[in-house]
Structures are given as C-alpha cells and as structure tokens.
C-alpha cells in the first residue's frame, strides 16, 4: 500500500508541476479500446496529457472478467486496474509524420483482483509495473487508431484501441 501511495503521488506532483508548460499539437488525448491478455479481455478507458514537447504523462482504467477451472471447480474472476504511464514520443527525433504517433515508456498500477468464497488460488491484488511501446495513426484531427504492446504488469500483452484528441 505505501508503494502505491508514493507512485501516485509521483504522479500527482509530475502532473501539478508540468501542468504550465507549453504543449504539444495534440494537448489531450481519449483512448478507448480493447486488451489482449491471459486472464480474459480488458476493456480500458485512458487520457494522456502532454507535459512537454515529447512526453506525455497519462491515467488508465480497465476492467475484465474470466473463467477459471481450479480443481475441478469454475470460477468467476474480476480485475480492475487504475495505472499511470510517462511515454516519450519519438516524432520530433525521428522527423515522423503528424499522422503517425510512435511512443514507448513506463507505467505503474494496482490492481484489484476479486475472486469467488472458496478459491484457493493464488491470484491476489497488487502493485504492477511495466512498460509499452506503442503506434498511433491519425485519420483526421479527430479520431485515430492505437496499438500497443507492454509487459511486467498485469495488462501484459498488447491494446487495440481508438484516440480521440481534445
């Protein structure tokens, strides 16, 4: 609990103190979409926000639900997961398109695993950390589509998903 009391509050204090820099072409961010993932398909909602020219600082939340047979027995699971992520955008280095948005970073999260009375398992809640490195082509000044690829936490596998700039 004190590891993720002190993430978050990295986090808070990165967002309050960059929060009156000049921003990117893209200030905000939506994202929505759908995870690819050992324990079921997550759902997850994010915004990004960018602090500096390159860097992006953003928020997550997901869901997913899965099926498990433990010792001849079906169990229901739920995970919930709130995470934050610091990714680099390699555009301005790489002299990339606008349309394209090639970033990679790190990210931190709890997340609450609940299972049924009775499973003796050994999923349980925690803190995660990975990182991810991702693609994002722009349509128009609307709309664009994402895709992701991460590990070290328990969203590992990748995103598909659609951003929306604000």
């Given at each position: 609990m004190?590891?993720?009391i002190?993430?978050?509050?990295?986090?808070?204090?990165?967002?309050?103190?960059?929060?009156?820099?000049?921003?990117?072409?893209?200030y905000?961010?939506?994202?929505v979409?759908v995870?690819?993932?050992?324990?079921?398909?997550?759902?997850?909602?994010?915004?990004?926000?960018?602090?500096?020219?390159?860097?992006?600082?953003?928020?997550?939340?997901?869901?997913?639900?899965?099926?498990?047979?433990w010792?001849?027995?079906?169990?229901?699971?739920?995970?919930?997961?709130?995470?934050?992520?610091?990714?680099?955008?390699?555009?301005?280095?790489?002299?990339?398109?606008?349309?394209w948005?090639?970033?990679?970073?790190?990210?931190?999260?709890?997340?609450?695993?609940?299972?049924?009375?009775?499973?003796?398992?050994?999923?349980?809640?925690?803190?995660?950390?990975?990182?991810?490195?991702?693609?994002?082509?722009?349509?128009?000044?609307?709309?664009?589509?994402?895709?992701?690829?991460?590990?070290?936490?328990?969203?590992?596998?990748?995103?598909?998903?659609?951003?929306?700039?604000?």
């Amino acid at each position: 609990m004190k590891k993720l009391i002190i993430a978050l509050s990295l986090v808070l204090i990165a967002t309050f103190a960059f929060s009156q820099n000049p921003l990117n072409r893209r200030y905000n961010q939506l994202n929505v979409g759908v995870g690819l993932s050992g324990w079921g398909i997550p759902l997850y909602i994010g915004f990004d926000h960018y602090v500096a020219r390159d860097l992006s600082l953003g928020g997550e939340l997901s869901y997913r639900a899965y099926n498990e047979n433990w010792k001849d027995n079906y169990y229901n699971h739920n995970i919930t997961g709130i995470s934050g992520n610091l990714n680099y955008h390699f555009n301005s280095l790489l002299g990339i398109s606008t349309h394209w948005d090639l970033y990679a970073g790190a990210n931190v999260g709890f997340f609450i695993w609940t299972s049924p009375d009775g499973y003796t398992g050994s999923h349980s809640s925690g803190l995660g950390l990975g990182g991810q490195l991702g693609v994002r082509y722009y349509f128009s000044n609307r709309v664009g589509i994402n895709l992701e690829f991460g590990g070290g936490n328990a969203f590992s596998g990748g995103k598909l998903g659609l951003t929306f700039p604000l």
